[in-house]
Protein backbone atom coordinates (compact mmCIF):
# COMPACT_ATOMS: atom_id res chain seq x y z
CA UNK A 1 0.00 0.00 0.00
CA UNK A 2 1.22 3.38 -0.81
CA UNK A 3 -0.18 6.32 0.81
CA UNK A 4 0.17 10.32 -0.63
CA UNK A 5 -0.10 12.82 1.66
CA UNK A 6 -0.52 16.47 0.50
CA UNK A 7 0.97 18.41 2.93
CA UNK A 8 1.01 22.61 2.34
CA UNK A 9 2.36 23.27 5.66
CA UNK A 10 -1.42 23.81 7.64
CA UNK A 11 -2.02 21.94 10.80
CA UNK A 12 -4.70 20.42 9.20
CA UNK A 13 -2.11 18.71 6.06
CA UNK A 14 0.21 17.43 9.51
CA UNK A 15 -2.95 15.82 11.17
CA UNK A 16 -3.51 14.45 7.82
CA UNK A 17 -0.49 13.12 7.56
CA UNK A 18 -0.12 11.21 11.42
CA UNK A 19 -3.39 9.67 10.17
CA UNK A 20 -1.59 8.21 7.36
CA UNK A 21 1.65 7.20 8.93
CA UNK A 22 -0.95 5.67 11.21
CA UNK A 23 -2.75 3.59 8.63
CA UNK A 24 0.68 2.72 7.11
CA UNK A 25 2.20 1.44 10.03
CA UNK A 26 -1.12 -1.01 10.38
CA UNK A 27 -1.09 -1.99 7.11
CA UNK A 28 2.86 -1.76 6.61
CA UNK A 29 1.94 0.51 3.89
CA UNK A 30 4.59 3.64 2.81
CA UNK A 31 3.76 7.08 3.00
CA UNK A 32 4.75 9.77 0.42
CA UNK A 33 4.82 13.34 1.29
CA UNK A 34 3.94 15.31 -1.45
CA UNK A 35 4.40 19.51 -1.33
CA UNK A 36 4.06 21.79 -4.12
CA UNK A 37 5.19 25.52 -3.93
CA UNK A 38 4.13 27.79 -6.16
CA UNK A 39 6.33 30.93 -7.39
CA UNK A 40 3.53 32.81 -7.84
CA UNK A 41 2.90 32.72 -4.27
CA UNK A 42 6.41 34.21 -3.85
CA UNK A 43 5.73 36.93 -5.96
CA UNK A 44 2.18 38.14 -4.60
CA UNK A 45 3.98 38.26 -1.32
CA UNK A 46 6.77 40.48 -2.17
CA UNK A 47 4.53 43.02 -4.60
CA UNK A 48 2.30 43.28 -0.97
CA UNK A 49 5.24 43.83 0.75
CA UNK A 50 6.81 46.37 -1.77
CA UNK A 51 3.38 48.24 -1.44
CA UNK A 52 3.12 48.36 2.81
CA UNK A 53 6.87 49.69 2.85
CA UNK A 54 6.16 51.84 -0.14
CA UNK A 55 9.55 50.40 -1.24
CA UNK A 56 8.19 48.68 -5.08
CA UNK A 57 12.28 48.87 -5.90
CA UNK A 58 13.07 45.85 -3.28
CA UNK A 59 10.18 43.22 -4.76
CA UNK A 60 12.62 41.19 -6.14
CA UNK A 61 14.69 40.90 -3.34
CA UNK A 62 11.48 40.43 -1.32
CA UNK A 63 10.25 37.74 -3.58
CA UNK A 64 13.64 35.95 -3.24
CA UNK A 65 13.95 36.21 0.41
CA UNK A 66 9.70 35.12 0.48
CA UNK A 67 10.69 31.84 -2.25
CA UNK A 68 14.06 31.15 -0.10
CA UNK A 69 11.67 30.85 3.34
CA UNK A 70 8.93 29.01 1.67
CA UNK A 71 11.10 26.40 0.65
CA UNK A 72 12.84 26.31 4.09
CA UNK A 73 9.91 26.19 5.96
CA UNK A 74 8.27 22.90 3.84
CA UNK A 75 11.77 21.15 3.96
CA UNK A 76 11.77 21.46 7.83
CA UNK A 77 8.15 20.29 7.88
CA UNK A 78 8.75 17.69 5.74
CA UNK A 79 11.81 16.54 7.54
CA UNK A 80 10.33 16.39 10.62
CA UNK A 81 7.36 14.14 9.32
CA UNK A 82 9.91 12.15 7.88
CA UNK A 83 11.87 11.67 11.12
CA UNK A 84 8.39 10.50 13.27
CA UNK A 85 7.61 8.29 10.46
CA UNK A 86 11.05 6.67 10.75
CA UNK A 87 10.65 6.64 14.88
CA UNK A 88 6.68 4.56 13.97
CA UNK A 89 8.84 2.33 11.79
CA UNK A 90 7.22 3.75 9.03
CA UNK A 91 8.80 3.57 5.20
CA UNK A 92 8.29 6.92 4.09
CA UNK A 93 9.78 9.70 1.40
CA UNK A 94 8.89 13.01 0.57
CA UNK A 95 9.14 15.12 -2.65
CA UNK A 96 8.54 18.91 -2.86
CA UNK A 97 7.65 19.97 -6.18
CA UNK A 98 7.54 23.27 -8.38
CA UNK A 99 4.49 24.72 -10.27
CA UNK A 100 0.51 24.83 -10.33
CA UNK A 101 -0.55 23.25 -6.98
CA UNK A 102 -3.86 21.56 -8.66
CA UNK A 103 -1.85 20.57 -11.69
CA UNK A 104 1.15 18.91 -10.36
CA UNK A 105 -1.14 17.87 -7.50
CA UNK A 106 -3.60 15.81 -9.97
CA UNK A 107 -0.16 14.56 -12.15
CA UNK A 108 1.31 12.89 -8.96
CA UNK A 109 -2.09 11.63 -7.35
CA UNK A 110 -3.09 9.67 -10.61
CA UNK A 111 0.06 8.92 -11.59
CA UNK A 112 -1.27 4.77 -10.56
CA UNK A 113 1.44 4.73 -8.37
CA UNK A 114 -1.41 5.03 -4.65
CA UNK A 115 -4.13 3.35 -3.29
CA UNK A 116 -4.86 6.07 -0.89
CA UNK A 117 -4.68 9.93 -1.04
CA UNK A 118 -4.95 11.94 2.45
CA UNK A 119 -4.77 15.61 2.63
CA UNK A 120 -6.43 17.83 5.09
CA UNK A 121 -9.72 19.63 5.03
CA UNK A 122 -8.40 22.94 5.53
CA UNK A 123 -5.28 24.85 3.88
CA UNK A 124 -3.08 27.93 5.60
CA UNK A 125 -5.85 30.24 5.77
CA UNK A 126 -7.37 27.97 8.50
CA UNK A 127 -10.70 29.20 7.38
CA UNK A 128 -13.83 27.42 8.41
CA UNK A 129 -15.04 26.49 5.15
CA UNK A 130 -13.72 23.46 2.90
CA UNK A 131 -10.45 24.49 1.05
CA UNK A 132 -10.56 25.90 -2.36
CA UNK A 133 -7.85 23.05 -3.22
CA UNK A 134 -9.44 20.47 -1.78
CA UNK A 135 -13.16 21.21 -3.96
CA UNK A 136 -11.16 21.41 -6.59
CA UNK A 137 -9.15 18.60 -6.87
CA UNK A 138 -10.74 16.12 -4.94
CA UNK A 139 -13.55 14.91 -7.10
CA UNK A 140 -10.53 14.22 -9.91
CA UNK A 141 -8.05 11.89 -8.08
CA UNK A 142 -8.90 8.47 -8.88
CA UNK A 143 -7.40 6.52 -6.17
CA UNK A 144 -9.46 6.73 -2.86
CA UNK A 145 -9.51 10.35 -0.68
CA UNK A 146 -9.28 10.46 2.86
CA UNK A 147 -9.44 14.46 4.08
CA UNK A 148 -8.94 14.99 7.12
CA UNK A 149 -10.41 17.90 9.82
Known amino acids: MRILVLI ?3 KWSQKAALHA ?3 AKRKRGKVILFSVLD ?3 AKA ?3 NMGLI ?3 LKDIQRFEE ?3 KDMKK ?3 DIMSNLLEFCQEQGVNCSFRIVEGSARDKILEEAN ?3 YSLVVMGAYGRSGKTRIGSLLEEVVGLIEPPVMVVR
Do not use: L, P, Q, Y
Request: charged share 30%; hydrophobic share 40%; aromatic share 8%.
Open 53 to 55: SEN
Open 65 to 67: TIW
Open 45 to 47: MAF
Open 73 to 75: GIR
Open 39 to 41: RRE
Open 8 to 10: DGS
Open 111 to 113: SGD
Open 21 to 23: IAI
